[in-house]
């Protein structure tokens, strides 16, 4: 199974900061990775797919890059609803696994 | 709109069984792979599983933690997903989420979770 591993686990934030996560994939999986956000009680919300593509809808302020093995996922001008945790999770290879979770906080 | 309403969680004893449903509208749901996500108390995603579409013939995809006691299966008739638990134990106790896979993209739209609770 591919392992999915994301840095930091938590990480505080003010509004308008800029904030990258990390991801990375224990072997190549091209650009086949998504980024999800959650809030507590509630469902996933998809943010960014193939690794870099906006879902609709989504604020531009979130945006994803990387490929293989090393992919980040940056949010300029944190928003007051962007205070979550998010998961990436490879497409690439069954079974489909996901990172631990970055739970992004008010610092 | 597209809209997935889960159903069918409970309290259940280790080794029983339960079914999940997930209803499906706004959307060609016979058209569409599917998708098992599950959540533990205080914790992290896990895939579960997969159903392809008919023009897949209806394959499927388990994770190992739930192969041989899971099934998925679905109805394009009903717009109905389900999920068959047996020889549950207490590590199964989750909030289990059905999800829409667009293909070459990933879960766009997610079900609001159903609590399924392993315990004596």
């Known amino acids: 199974d591919i392992q999915m591993t994301q840095s930091p686990s938590t990480l505080s934030a003010s509004v308008g900061d800029r904030v990258t996560i990390t991801c990375r994939a224990s072997?190549?999986?091209?650009?086949?990775l998504a980024w999800y956000q959650q809030k507590p009680g509630k469902a996933p919300k998809l943010l960014i797919y193939?690794?870099?593509n906006l879902e609709s809808g989504v604020p531009s302020r979130f945006s994803g890059s990387g490929s293989e093995t090393e992919f980040t996922l940056t949010i300029n001008r944190l928003q007051p609803d962007d205070f979550a945790t998010y998961y990436c999770?490879?497409?690439?290879?069954?079974?489909?696994?996901f990172g631990q979770g970055t739970k992004v906080e008010i610092k | 709109e597209v809209q997935l309403v889960e159903s069918g969680g409970g309290l259940v004893q280790p080794g029983g069984s339960l079914r999940l449903s997930c209803a499906a509208s706004?959307?060609?749901?016979?058209?569409?792979?599917m998708d098992w996500v599950r959540q533990a108390p205080g914790k992290g995603l896990e895939w579960v599983g997969r159903?392809?579409?008919?023009?897949?013939?209806?394959?499927?995809e388990y994770a190992a933690s739930v192969k041989g006691r899971f099934a998925i299966s679905r109805d394009d008739s009903k717009n109905s997903l389900y999920l068959q638990m047996n020889s549950l134990k207490a590590e199964d106790t989750a909030v289990y989420y059905c999800?829409?896979?667009?293909?070459?993209?990933?879960?766009?739209?997610w079900g609001q979770g159903t609590l399924v609770t392993v315990s004596s």
């Open positions: 999800a829409r896979r667009r293909v070459g993209v990933a879960d766009d739209y």
């Open positions: 706004g959307f060609s749901f016979g058209g569409y792979n």
């Open positions: 159903i392809r579409n008919k023009a897949d013939s209806y394959t499927t």
């Open positions: 072997q190549s999986i091209s650009s086949w």
């Open positions: 193939k690794a870099s």
């Open positions: 999770q490879q497409c690439s290879s069954y079974p489909r696994t």
